[in-house]
């Protein structure tokens, strides 16, 4: 096993991790390769099936709109009218968990990103889980199985301790594992380059 472990908290309807996605992107590719990535869901916000009060919505459309004046991402604010917003998060990130199981993670974390963000639909439906993984090429018999499986909720409810376990403060996070010891790694939205240093020296 790798001595050094780059632990990703994040979650799929958590619009910080949307806006650090290039950077996200750039320093993965960046890593030294000794150093492991493992992506973890920290579960952003508990099933609930209660449409957002609509201050909660205005709050939240308020930090898409101080998210793309600040990195210039992309933000389809239709979502507010076409859906029922309601906050709840932990549905996404099963999917996300349900999508691993067919060595799919990554590819349903930025499907579910792009579907809430760019094309206004809601992933807190399991319907556009199930819609995605179909676009995504999977079983979606055995993803619908799993999404609703005990064997899926024992493992996202194992994940979500671990995250709580680590020391961070909010999604997205990093926090690097080396020898058995704990690292918060800086998160810059705008530059991934210290990240990378700051890495680079602890392993070294």
Same mark, same amino acid.
């Given at each position: 096993?790798?001595? %050094?472990?780059?632990?990703?908290?994040? #979650?799929?309807?958590?619009?910080?991790?949307? !806006?650090?996605?290039? $950077?996200? $992107?750039?320093?993965? @590719? %960046?890593?030294?390769?000794?150093?492991?990535?493992?992506?973890?869901? !920290?579960?952003?916000?508990? #099933?609930?099936?209660?449409?957002?009060?609509?201050?909660?919505?205005? @709050?939240?459309?308020?930090?898409?709109?101080?998210?793309?004046?600040?990195? !210039?991402?992309?933000?389809?604010?239709? *979502?507010?009218?076409?859906?029922?917003?309601?906050?709840?998060?932990?549905?996404?990130?099963?999917?996300?968990?349900?999508?691993?199981?067919?060595?799919?993670?990554?590819?349903?974390?930025?499907?579910?990103? $792009?579907? +809430?963000?760019?094309? @206004?639909?809601?992933? %807190?439906?399991?319907?556009?889980?199930?819609?995605?993984?179909?676009?995504?090429?999977?079983?979606?018999?055995? *993803?619908?199985? #799993?999404?609703?499986?005990?064997?899926?909720?024992? @493992?996202?409810?194992?994940?979500?301790?671990?995250?709580?376990?680590?020391?961070?403060?909010?999604?997205?996070?990093?926090?690097?594992?080396?020898? $058995?010891?704990? +690292?918060? =790694?800086?998160?810059?939205?705008?530059?991934?380059?210290?990240? =990378? #240093?700051?890495?680079?020296?602890?392993?070294?």
């Amino acid at each position: 096993m790798n001595a %050094s472990t780059l632990f990703y908290v994040h #979650d799929p309807m958590c619009s910080w991790c949307w !806006g650090h996605r290039p $950077e996200w $992107e750039k320093l993965q @590719a %960046s890593l030294p390769k000794a150093v492991n990535v493992k992506n973890i869901v !920290g579960g952003l916000a508990p #099933d609930n099936d209660e449409v957002m009060p609509q201050a909660q919505q205005q @709050a939240i459309a308020s930090y898409w709109k101080q998210i793309h004046n600040l990195l !210039g991402t992309e933000f389809n604010h239709d *979502f507010w009218t076409k859906n029922k917003p309601r906050r709840s998060t932990y549905p996404a990130c099963r999917a996300v968990i349900a999508a691993r199981w067919q060595n799919c993670e990554e590819g349903m974390n930025n499907a579910l990103q $792009e579907a +809430y963000y760019l094309k @206004a639909k809601n992933p %807190s439906d399991v319907e556009v889980h199930l819609e995605l993984a179909s676009e995504l090429g999977l079983d979606e018999v055995q *993803f619908a199985a #799993d999404l609703a499986s005990d064997k899926l909720e024992a @493992a996202f409810n194992e994940e979500l301790q671990f995250a709580r376990s680590l020391p961070i403060s909010g999604f997205p996070s990093m926090v690097l594992v080396h020898n $058995e010891q704990a +690292y918060v =790694i800086p998160l810059d939205y705008q530059d991934c380059r210290g990240a =990378i #240093d700051t890495i680079s020296e602890i392993i070294k």
